[in-house]
């Protein structure tokens, strides 16, 4: 953090994100293909509009050169950002505005990163939807929600940003990485979702990777039931997904498994 001898003090949280002059523009948030997050300020003539209250579907779409993100080829590295959500933005202040988008390629067609796509077709087919974040056993705990339905997405990556962006104040960096230590506490790291097994070890209350497991009030378990489940409410708990793995891919694949009945050709339906 510093040279030798010297003392690193860490601004406060509020004196951080209060002293930051005014100005007006979006900040155009988006993910990569490495689960991180770029973005760029939003000054374009007419901005303005923003803060009376314009719709998100009227926002204006902005664009970024592709290849320099490893998102596209440098022949054609034209990518679109077409905005999805919106919400104030706490470093710049009102009124100010933070923009998550999604990430479209030169011919219109959504990138391979912008999975948001093809999840949003799959929540339209089921009207209930939130999230639960449950208690991990790293440094701190981190939770947004409830949400819905495709909010769940949109808000975690928002909220991953934010954090990230508050941690360059304290010189300190956060990591989705679940296992980025090895030994004996509940994280991991996955590498083309190999390294789930250490994790998913059947150790320290989680389930073993090569066994799926479910049951009720279990902790060590694959899927955590609820009790309140057999009384017509409440809800389950996978423990298989990591950290930073993308909100909008697990979300699709729980919505699939556990609440549509499909027969096994509606993926070809939802392809980019």
Same mark, same amino acid.
């Given at each position: 953090?510093?040279?030798?001898?010297?003392?690193?003090?860490?601004?406060?949280?509020?004196?951080?994100?209060?002293?930051?002059?005014?100005?007006?523009?979006?900040?155009?948030?988006?993910?990569?293909?490495?689960?991180?997050?770029?973005?760029?300020?939003?000054?374009?003539?007419?901005?303005?509009?923003?803060?009376?209250?314009?719709?998100?579907?009227?926002?204006?779409?902005?664009?970024?050169?592709?290849?320099?993100?490893?998102?596209?080829?440098?022949?054609?590295?034209?990518?679109?950002?077409?905005?999805?959500?919106?919400?104030?933005?706490?470093?710049?202040?009102?009124?100010?505005?933070?923009?998550?988008?999604?990430?479209?390629?030169?011919?219109?067609?959504?990138?391979?990163?912008?999975?948001?796509?093809?999840?949003?077709?799959?929540?339209?087919?089921?009207?209930?939807?939130?999230?639960?974040?449950?208690?991990?056993?790293?440094?701190?705990? !981190?939770?947004? @929600?409830?949400?819905? $339905?495709?909010?769940?997405?949109?808000? &975690? /990556?928002?909220?991953?940003?934010?954090?990230? %962006?508050?941690?360059?104040?304290?010189?300190?960096?956060?990591?989705?990485?679940?296992?980025?230590?090895?030994?004996?506490?509940?994280?991991?790291?996955?590498?083309?979702?190999?390294?789930?097994?250490?994790?998913?070890?059947?150790?320290?209350?989680?389930?073993?990777?090569?066994? !799926?497991?479910? @049951?009720?009030?279990? $902790?060590?378990?694959?899927?955590?039931? &609820? /009790?309140?489940?057999?009384?017509?409410?409440? %809800?389950?708990?996978?423990?298989?997904?990591?950290?930073?793995?993308?909100?909008?891919?697990?979300?699709?694949?729980?919505?699939?498994?556990?609440?549509?009945?499909?027969?096994?050709?509606?993926?070809?339906?939802?392809?980019?």
């Amino acid at each position: 953090m510093g040279e030798e001898g010297s003392v690193f003090t860490a601004p406060s949280v509020s004196s951080s994100l209060l002293s930051t002059p005014p100005s007006r523009h979006l900040l155009a948030v988006w993910n990569t293909s490495n689960h991180g997050h770029l973005s760029k300020l939003l000054l374009e003539q007419g901005i303005k509009q923003v803060y009376m209250s314009l719709p998100l579907e009227e926002l204006l779409e902005s664009n970024f050169d592709g290849s320099g993100t490893f998102q596209s080829e440098g022949s054609n590295s034209d990518m679109y950002l077409v905005p999805a959500a919106m919400f104030w933005d706490p470093f710049h202040k009102d009124p100010n505005k933070l923009v998550f988008c999604e990430v479209f390629r030169y011919n219109r067609k959504p990138s391979e990163t912008n999975v948001r796509h093809t999840y949003k077709q799959i929540m339209a087919m089921h009207q209930d939807g939130g999230m639960h974040a449950e208690v991990m056993p790293a440094p701190g705990e !981190f939770q947004i @929600g409830p949400c819905d $339905r495709i909010d769940v997405g949109e808000h &975690l /990556w928002v909220a991953r940003f934010f954090l990230h %962006h508050v941690c360059e104040d304290f010189g300190v960096i956060a990591t989705w990485g679940p296992k980025p230590i090895p030994g004996n506490w509940i994280a991991y790291d996955p590498k083309g979702g190999l390294d789930n097994a250490q994790c998913l070890s059947g150790f320290h209350k989680t389930s073993n990777i090569y066994d !799926f497991s479910a @049951g009720v009030a279990n $902790r060590g378990t694959s899927i955590r039931i &609820l /009790w309140t489940v057999g009384q017509e409410k409440g %809800h389950l708990e996978d423990h298989r997904p990591s950290a930073n793995r993308d909100p909008s891919v697990v979300t699709e694949a729980l919505i699939r498994t556990c609440l549509l009945n499909e027969t096994g050709d509606e993926p070809f339906l939802y392809k980019n």
